[in-house]
Nanobody, 111 residues
């Protein structure tokens, strides 16, 4: 069973950027789909981006063109590059692989 740890959140001004990281344990991380979710304050958790083992990516409509998901299998790591952040991107972001979830990393967009 793969375990994951997500990190990289923080406080950023509107228009700024952050890069989140999801590091997985185990020998088969590269064979898994990896998902980034987020949960804004008082709202349901929502899927933000997905990357397949081959690197095919999909995005939620609200982040397409601003967020980029990528993977570096030699490091068992998936990244979520977030650019042009705005207030609505404020949320706890979670990485998910198989049945495993990261602990979440807080992203706050504030002026």
């Amino acid at each position: 069973q793969v375990q994951v740890v997500d990190s990289g959140g923080g406080l950023v001004q509107p228009g700024g950027s952050l890069r989140l990281s999801c590091v997985g344990s185990g020998n088969f991380f590269s064979s898994y789909f990896v998902y980034w979710y987020r949960q804004p304050p008082g709202k349901q958790r929502e899927l933000v981006a997905t990357i397949t083992p081959r690197g095919t990516t999909t995005y939620a409509a609200g982040v397409k063109g601003r967020f980029t998901i990528s993977r570096e299998n030699t490091r068992n790591t998936v990244y979520l590059q977030m650019d042009s952040l705005d207030f609505d991107d404020t949320a706890v972001y979670y990485c998910a692989v198989g049945q495993s979830w990261g602990q979440g990393t807080q992203v706050t967009v504030s002026s």
